[in-house]
């Protein structure tokens, strides 16, 4: 069964740094999105993205952040300089098109740790 | 705004128990979608059902039936003869029906931890 991949599974980082987490979608999805979960509290909306470009983003998600699909498999979120509240999981989503695509497919995460 | 409600922080059952997970939410829209998803202790988020506003069937599933009721906007989820297994962190999930980019979006409740002990 497809599924969305990412990379890394964890990573620790120094606070400062830039970060870049990356998500291969399920391959015959058009819409790509990042959510994030702070430990022990729930799911929040990222940002979301159709047709390269951004399509909606949340507060969350400021000039820190970029998103990117610099090639037809990968999309990639990007943190310029991470604080120690950029610690969470990181998910990367996808779905289809159409009546019966709205199902929104979960990666595994990506765990940073900002320090 | 659209809001998801998980009333219930934490469950604990012994195997074998019913259990029901509560989901309340809010929307303006008139069509929607409601999600179940598991989160297990390894992390990732796993689907489990997805139901549209047109719909009001109950649906089951194995061990598992949803119940929803828009009238009293609720999507309730109910595992039968809990086993270890089912020990997770169960999140109800809403978003609105549309088809252009931006749209499909999900609005998570806090979710609901389940344990079960055998």
């Known amino acids: 069964e497809p599924e969305v991949t990412q990379t890394p599974s964890h990573q620790v980082t120094q606070m400062g740094q830039e970060v870049i987490l990356r998500c291969v979608p399920i391959s015959n999805h058009l819409y790509f999105y990042w959510y994030r979960q702070i430990l022990g509290q729930k799911v929040e909306f990222l940002v979301s993205?159709?047709?390269?470009?951004?399509?909606?983003k949340s507060e969350i998600f400021d000039d820190q952040f970029s998103v990117e699909r610099p090639d037809g498999s990968n999309f990639t979120l990007k943190i310029r300089s991470t604080k120690l509240e950029d610690s969470a999981m990181y998910f990367c989503a996808s779905r289809r098109s159409g009546t019966s695509g709205n199902t929104i497919y979960f990666g595994e995460g990506s765990w940073l740790t900002v320090v | 705004a659209q809001k998801v409600t998980q009333a219930q922080t934490e469950i604990s059952v012994v195997e074998k128990e019913d259990v029901t997970l509560d989901c309340v939410y809010e929307t303006r829209d008139t069509t929607y979608y409601l999600f179940w998803y598991k989160q297990p202790p390894s992390g990732e988020l796993v689907f489990l059902i997805r139901r549209n506003s047109f719909d009001e069937q109950n649906e089951i599933s194995g061990r598992y039936s949803w119940n929803f009721q828009k009238s009293t906007s609720s999507f309730n989820f109910t595992i039968t003869a809990s086993q270890v297994v089912d020990s997770a962190v169960y999140f109800c999930?809403?978003?609105?029906?549309?088809?252009?980019?931006?749209?499909?979006?999900?609005?998570f409740g806090k979710g609901t931890k389940l344990s079960v002990k055998p």
């Open positions: 993205f159709y047709n390269n470009e951004i399509s909606e």
């Open positions: 999930a809403l978003s609105d029906i549309n088809y252009g980019g931006s749209q499909g979006n999900l609005i």
